[in-house]
């Protein structure tokens, strides 16, 4: 079966590349009304406006239910982010690993998973947009919203694991279509919950074909095209052995993305992070004043682009859009863990938006700031990242272009996963409906690098950020089940009742 969907799927590349002008006017087409006469409308419509304020800034709906969302879970669950840390290093680290629990993945490998679907071109072009919108000071928000959306994931992954199916062959699915559905029934909201459910489900299953796929080929394909002339004009073929990658691994299901993310993850973090981190010790006496300029241009009255409210929204955007918490796609890859203690797999996924947002992206952040690339005009998105990094090792560009090919090839592989299980929730599980969702994926990476997509990034990225309005609204309904698992998780802990392995 490998072999005919990795055939068919070349038999497209060459169909792709034939017709890929007038594709691409399709394509466009055809999402371009969607996007502007009822997505934008929707997720971007700005309440503050509405009522007749103006506070020098568009404030997007979907942005402010993120950050209701996730200072809502930080009271509600008592600073799980700040004093399940630690706990959830030992986690991670295999402490409480035991081996008989249920489940496909360790801990370390969910994390990683995860990870891997969001960890991307949101740390790379996303914070250079903030900064050069916002200034420096939206680096403040950042990692605010980093921090406030640890609670966020915690509360979604604890009932992604909760609420998780395994079938006879010990196989998992999980997520937010299932406590959606199970959960809210408890409450006597069966219907709503049934109605969020399929609704989450679509959205991610359109999620994942466009953001999760397409947007990544197209980007990495872009870079490399920039980096290395050879490769302009050959966007089909490139897709096409991206494809064939992308095949090998998620063909093989959970076990084999997780074994393939917990390796590329920990490289490509390593990899970035520690390049910026060099550029940081280089200029370790500017730190100082970066984080001086950082603070100041955070609540400064005549901050840019909207004053305080405007660098608030740009860091707060920013960083959801990165780490997705409150997105509810991570739950799907945590529901697969190996534990009986839904809360533990829950504390382990707090540990996410910080990676994501508080190192990772700040990382990104402190180098535009520090070599002064934070104020170049004309320069942005990756762009502008390349050439701060590019200002002190000429060489960076080059191993930018690795890092964005792991950074797309690892979102892809998770983000496969999440389609595949939203597609049979929605159209139930056989072995056609599996092999025909991850057919369709395959293809759409070759479509993703081989056509100008125009309209279908913005529909795809509101589609992931859409799927925050069935989800939180879930979350808060159950909030108080999950923190009452909470205490009885850590009065178990204290007793002793949940023992170290290691």
Not at 149 to 170: H, P, Q, W
Request: glycine share 12%; with cysteine; charged share 15%.
């Amino acid at each position: 079966m490998k072999k005919q969907l990795l055939l068919f799927t070349a038999m497209m590349a060459s169909f792709i590349s034939a017709q890929a002008g007038t594709l691409s006017e399709t394509i466009d087409g055809f999402f371009k009304p969607i996007v502007d006469n009822y997505l934008y409308p929707v997720i971007f419509w700005d309440p503050i406006k509405f009522f007749g304020f103006d506070v020098g800034a568009d404030v997007p709906i979907v942005v402010i239910w993120l950050i209701f969302g996730a200072v809502y879970f930080t009271i509600k669950m008592k600073f799980i982010n700040l004093r399940g840390f630690k706990h959830a290093v030992e986690l991670v680290k295999g402490d409480y690993d035991d081996p008989n629990d249920k489940g496909e993945v360790s801990h370390f490998q969910a994390l990683t998973t995860a990870l891997s679907a969001t960890v991307g071109l949101g740390n790379i072009a996303g914070v250079a947009i903030a900064i050069s919108i916002g200034g420096p000071g939206a680096t403040f928000w950042m990692i605010v919203a980093g921090l406030l959306g640890m609670s966020a994931k915690f509360v979604e992954c604890t009932l992604g694991v909760k609420y998780r199916k395994i079938d006879e062959n010990g196989e998992v699915s999980g997520g937010p279509m299932y406590y959606l559905r199970d959960g809210l029934a408890k409450y006597k909201m069966g219907g709503l919950g049934k109605v969020l459910a399929v609704l989450f489900a679509i959205l991610c299953v359109g999620g994942s074909f466009g953001g999760g796929n397409m947007f990544q080929a197209n980007q990495a394909y872009a870079q490399m095209a920039g980096q290395f002339p050879i490769m302009a004009g050959n966007g089909p073929m490139f897709g096409l052995i991206l494809a064939i990658l992308v095949g090998a691994v998620i063909i093989g299901g959970i076990k084999s993305i997780a074994n393939v993310t917990e390796k590329i993850v920990p490289f490509m973090a390593a990899l970035y992070v520690g390049t910026a981190l060099i550029i940081i010790a280089l200029n370790i006496s500017e730190i100082g004043n970066v984080f001086v300029m950082i603070f100041q241009g955070a609540f400064a009255p005549d901050a840019a682009f909207g004053g305080v409210i405007g660098v608030l929204i740009q860091g707060f955007r920013r960083a959801a859009f990165s780490n997705e918490a409150g997105v509810g796609s991570a739950s799907i890859a945590h529901a697969a863990a190996k534990t009986n203690e839904p809360v533990s797999e829950g504390i382990v996924a707090l540990l996410e938006p910080f990676i994501d947002t508080v190192v990772i992206c700040t990382m990104t952040a402190l180098v535009l700031i520090i070599t002064g690339f934070h104020d170049v005009q004309g320069v942005e998105g990756a762009q502008m990242t390349s050439q701060a990094f590019g200002s002190v090792f000429s060489w960076f560009p080059y191993l930018l272009v690795i890092a964005i090919f792991l950074f797309a090839f690892s979102t892809m592989v998770s983000w496969s996963y999440y389609g595949l299980k939203s597609w049979e929730f929605l159209f139930g599980k056989s072995k056609l409906s599996e092999y025909s969702y991850k057919l369709l994926f395959l293809i759409f990476i070759v479509i993703g690098s081989s056509v100008k997509l125009g309209a279908v990034l913005d529909f795809s990225d509101m589609m992931i950020l859409a799927m925050a309005f069935p989800n939180i609204l879930g979350l808060l309904i159950m909030s108080k089940e999950v923190r009452l698992d909470l205490d009885t998780y850590y009065s178990k802990l204290k007793s002793g009742a949940i023992k170290k392995f290691k």
